[in-house]
């Protein structure tokens, strides 16, 4: 049996694993370097596939995505001279994937575009002394631009689980040059 023959609307939540591009804080006195980690957060939303052919189907989703990373930031001419910062950004995003069933059912493969909303960044420092709120639209973008590929496999009861690569193309910050996200999300869905 072909699944992608009928309309389908859903859900779907998992973990998202982030981090950004290489970046550099540009100051003054010149570029900062940095370490940069990546962090865990949450992604859960709804969808809806539409069949596109026999083996073929379009997903268009709207979730909240939580990405993130974490600095470590040198701060002087010592190599001992640094400190910690974790980034945390959330976003509404809006992935639009083109599914294909290579076998008519069970396993496919997606691609596509994505377009992500900030709706809020926040910068926390490693003591946790001070936060420091980012979402200022002077200093960050508040779209993101990027493409999708992952790797799925629907059971026939609806449920299904997704592997997918996030690679965004927009700069998240405009003090510093690179920074943009990098995400790997699994999550598992179900199909009503």
């Given amino acids: 049996m072909c699944y992608a023959q009928s309309i389908h609307f859903g859900i779907r939540g998992g973990l998202n694993i982030s981090t950004e591009s290489s970046h550099k ?6 570029a900062v370097k940095l370490d940069n980690y990546s962090c865990s957060g949450i992604n859960i939303g709804g969808l809806v596939n539409i069949p596109t052919g026999k083996k073929f189907e379009l997903e268009v989703g709207a979730s909240y995505s939580m990405l993130g990373y974490k600095d470590k930031i040198y701060d002087g001419v010592n190599i001992n001279d640094y400190f910690y910062a974790r980034v ?14 290579p076998f ?35 200093n960050n973008k508040c779209l993101d631009f990027g493409v ?9 009861n609806n449920i299904f689980l997704n592997a997918r690569y996030i690679y965004g193309f927009t700069e998240t910050n405009k003090i510093y040059k690179g920074g943009e996200n990098r995400n790997f999300q699994l999550s598992l869905g179900y199909l009503f």
């Fill in 88 to 101: 945390k950004s959330h976003y509404l995003t809006i992935p639009i994937a083109e599914k294909f069933y």
């Fill in 104 to 138: 008519g059912d069970g396993i496919y493969v997606e691609f596509g575009p994505q377009i992500g909303f900030l709706l809020s960044k926040k910068m926390s420092l490693k003591d946790d002394i001070s936060d420091m709120q980012l979402f200022d639209s002077c």
């Fill in 148 to 156: 999708l590929g992952g790797l799925g496999y629907r059971f026939p």
């Fill in 25 to 30: 804080y540009v100051t003054a006195s010149g």
